[in-house]
């Protein structure tokens, strides 16, 4: 009650004296509803503090008004420093150090594909790749070539997207200490705003680009999506406008229609610049009004529209089908209004709280259905959503994998929400999303210094974009505290009755284009409506799980030898049973502790025999629980618990990984125990794996990009299928139950064959009492193992694998490898990423922008002394099949230039720039040091020491670089996978 009498205090406020503007009106509501609960945990008479806070409230806000100007908007974070320059440009400003020495920077714009009229379908997405490509102040390529020189690389760093109601423009981790730079990132911001050059040239260069981003995305999904526009986005603009638009109008509209696009919408009042990052506010905030306030303001400007989707009466329905498609999907949408911008205030704050409490409700119930082997629905989600500008929806959907009854699996989806509507939720089950979303926010605000500029940036551009509350974590966790105790089972459960009303019901199939069934008609869909108001609905039980985890009492190991890593500060425990844990405190995070259990061996020392089911050995474990817990009570055991742990074994070594909190680490502790020595393998959880893997198996059979991968596991284990199987339906069949245990306890077992290695926020004389308690207590055999070398090898000498598949878009997908033996060393590890960086980027000048003939090329490198010491370069991408042998030859050229020449010294200095960068940040980070101590006891060389990166890297010369690629590659040959349409 009190939030309403602070806000028609407010609205009285304005409409007394309009020509003034408040400074804070619903800022300033947030921080007194923040006193206001400390107040509360003082005060007792509650009649009191209402009379004491409407008074309060009344004298602040007249007390404002003779005071500012300026307007602050509703909700927003304090910290950020917010303004409107003259022009009509918005802009925030925020000081974050995640990471240190960095800032990104962002150009948000309400514009997108749904302002295009017909003739200029596609041409906001045009615009958007022509911004990298010439403006006022940075002529032809000239803001990637600057922003490159700063170690910030192309496609990673910069870039940008276009939807249908906005589009945005960004660049990130620019070095913040040269006030030139900042000065220089700004002007980018300027010119994007309305300075782009749009040259006839750089924009016919582009219409080849576009077209083959086209080609690449045009997949099954995004056609189906396309015929169902019409009744998703039913009686709306939104059904026309799907953002890479029309290849016709991409690749033959006049240069003047983008120019004019450009110049109507593209605009200050339209814009908004955000900027977060590790600089001073004030001067940052002095760089952005003396910069971008001379953009000039638009004489009479356009109105920027928002177009409504249309209502329907009753149930509107049709399906689409595709060649490529894999899976039978259903989707129910039914439409309601969006919450005005003008209302996203602390009341819709507290209904955002309920629908994440029904959709984290819903979720629970849905995941224990789906983790049946016979299951009617997976991918199954019921929850409210927004939709587009103007509408919300409420979400039911899933998927039918098998094909068969899409009507039975969408009738039992139904079923579950008419459950909720006729018994609503327990109270237990609200009680676990209640603890859930608390720990979240409480985790949220110990993290609050980790998180990264680029996710601040994109939650602040939804407060311009659409006035999403932005209030700040401090204010988050302040206001669920205070909220949710007050949330009572019948607020949640009362929603699905309101959201799922008679009208403004979409229904929607997609699926495979051959299929042994029909595809519903209307009627049938509205009979399955009615079936389920009629079906009896039995009320949910929800079976409450209050046994330990570990409930018998251990015997502890001890400690019996303690050592140094070289270069680190890590300690090496020995215990009594073997095991060696090795702890790295940091203060990277001061919330997280990452975990990795690594032995060698893995599936190399398993018989031919024993592979299909060692491949699901470790999933069907973790699927199946642990101890006496199946999944599902050990999810609610775990509830309010910030930990994860899996186990895997792979080809050469087995393991495990996990993560948690220093609050929680001794549950991880005990589930580690528990891994090893109390593993659960239930024949559910194993009919359950094997059926989905069949039915993906089933449904991908026709899917090009799974015959692709396929083909080039094949070609790259020189087909070589008993030891390396590619999954197929008899490989399936040959998962056996029965196997399943022996094979993991023969490899997630024995302490002593093990390395345990922790790292992050570690209280080191807490946590040994804990590691000898619960990892000195798992058993050991005394076997120590080592992988085997199973003699596998690629094809190789330019063997070349080309086939033919049928396809719905013509395009052909290239896979070539360069490859060969050379002894493993840090220096030629160094090498190999030098090359990638500097062949990605000779690829997309050539490839991507002088020949527009592919949306880019990925180059990824490798170099491993595991099972033998082996090299690779390998460049992948797709194309328009007539250019393929000219692009395929421009790779090789590419390449052998590299070898013959030498790099550019432009190239090599961006290459290396952006090692040096991206090294930094991964520097703060804790997975660095845990993946580092691994490979020290993996291959002998710990990757997070500055003598094994840094030190190689600053000793390097291009002559030098040149030589030893040289000597690397002397034994090099390439094998080729290519895929063409029929």
Known sequence: ?????????????????????????????????????????????????????????????????????????????????????????????????????????????????????????????????????????????????????????????????????????????????????????????????????????????????????????????????????????????????????????????????????????????????????????????????????????????????????????????????????????????????????????????????????????????????????????????????????????????????????????????????????????????????????????????????????????????????????????????????????????????????????????????????????????????????????KEPVEVFVDHVVSSPLVANELTPGKTVATATLNGLEAKEYTLSNGAKVVVYPTDKNENQILFNAYSRGGMSLLADDALPTASATAQIADESGIGEHNLENLKKLLVGKQVSIWARISQFSEGLNGSSTPKDIETLMKLIYLTFEAPRFDRESYETVVANMKLRLKNAATNPQKIMRDSILVTMSGDNLSRRPIQSLEFVDNIAFEKVEGIYRDRISNAGDFVFAFVGAIDEASFIPLVEKYIGAISDNGRREHWKDDGVRPHGNGYIKMFSQPMEVSKQTNFIKYQGEAKYSRESAMVLAIAKGILSQRYFETIREQEGGSYGVSVYNSFSSIPYDSYSLTMYFDCNPDKADKLVGIIHAEMKNLLDNGPKEEDYKKAVEEMIKSREQSLEQNNTFLSGIINQYQIGYNTALSENYETILNKMTIEKFTKKLRDIMNTSNTVSVIMKPE
Not at 261 to 267: A, D, E
Not at 326 to 354: A, C, G, S, W
């Open 1 to 533: 009650m009190w939030i309403k009498v602070i806000q028609k205090a407010i609205d009285l406020s304005f409409t007394r004296n309009s020509k003034i503007r408040l400074q804070q009106p619903k800022a300033m509501l947030f921080t007194f509803y923040r006193s206001h609960i400390e107040l509360n945990k003082k005060l007792k008479n509650k009649r009191g503090i209402m009379k004491k806070l409407k008074l309060t409230w009344v004298l602040c806000v007249f007390g404002t008004l003779t005071l500012t100007a300026q307007e602050r908007p509703q909700l927003l974070d304090p910290d950020i420093r917010y303004g409107v320059l003259e022009n009509g440009m918005t802009y925030y400003i925020l000081h974050n150090e995640e990471p240190k020495d960095r800032a990104s920077f962002y150009l948000v714009q309400n514009v997108g594909a749904i302002l295009e009229e017909d003739h200029q379908n596609g041409l906001a997405h045009m615009l958007e790749h022509l911004a990298f490509n010439g403006s006022d102040n940075f002529k032809g390529k000239g803001v990637k070539d600057f922003l490159e020189r700063q170690g910030v690389q192309f496609g990673k760093n910069i870039n940008a997207y276009t939807n249908t109601d906005e589009t945005v423009y960004n660049f990130s981790n620019v070095p913040t200490g040269n006030p030139d730079v900042m000065d220089s990132c700004v002007l980018i911001l300027h010119d994007w705003s309305g300075s782009l050059t749009l040259a006839g040239e750089e924009i016919d260069a582009e219409r080849g680009v576009i077209k083959e981003e086209w080609r690449t995305r045009n997949n099954a999904g995004r056609r189906m999506s396309k015929k169902l526009a019409p009744i998703t986005y039913y009686e709306s603009k939104y059904a026309i406008r799907d953002v890479i638009g029309d290849m016709d109008v991409v690749e033959n509209s006049p240069y003047s229609a983008i120019r004019s696009f450009y110049k109507k919408w593209y605009r200050p009042d339209l814009q908004a610049v955000v900027i977060v990052g590790d600089f001073d506010s004030d001067k940052m905030e002095e760089r952005v009004k003396r910069i971008l306030s001379g953009i000039g303001a638009p004489n009479d400007p356009a109105k920027r529209l928002e177009y409504p989707v249309g209502d329907n009466e009753g149930i509107i329905y049709d399906f689409a089908t595709d060649e490529e498609a894999q899976y039978v999907q259903f989707t129910i949408m039914i439409k309601h209004p969006t919450t005005k911008r003008e209302n996203r205030d602390i009341d819709y704050l507290r209904d955002d709280l309920l629908t994440s409490l029904h959709r984290s409700i819903m979720a629970e119930r849905l995941n224990n259905i789906q983790q049946k082997p016979h299951t009617p629905f997976k991918g199954a989600q019921i929850g409210y959503y927004n939709f587009v500008r103007t509408s919300d929806v409420f979400y039911m959907g899933g998927a039918k994998p098998d094909h068969k009854d899409v009507l039975g699996a969408m009738k039992a989806l139904l079923i579950e929400n008419e459950r909720v509507k006729r018994h609503g939720f327990t109270p237990t089950e609200l009680e676990r999303a209640k603890i859930k979303m608390l720990t979240a926010y409480e985790e949220a605000f110990k993290n609050r210094k980790e998180v990264s500029n680029d996710r601040l940036a994109r939650s602040i551009q939804n407060h311009y974009l659409v006035g999403e509350p932005k209030p700040g974590v401090a204010f988050e966790l302040d206001f669920v505290k205070n909220e949710l105790p007050k949330i009572t089972v019948g607020e949640v459960g009362i929603l699905a009755k309101k959201w799922s009303t008679e009208d403004n019901v979409t229904v929607k199939i997609t699926g495979p284009k051959n299929v042994d069934f029909e595809y519903p008609s209307k009627e049938q869909i509205e009979g399955i409506f009615k079936e389920v108001k």
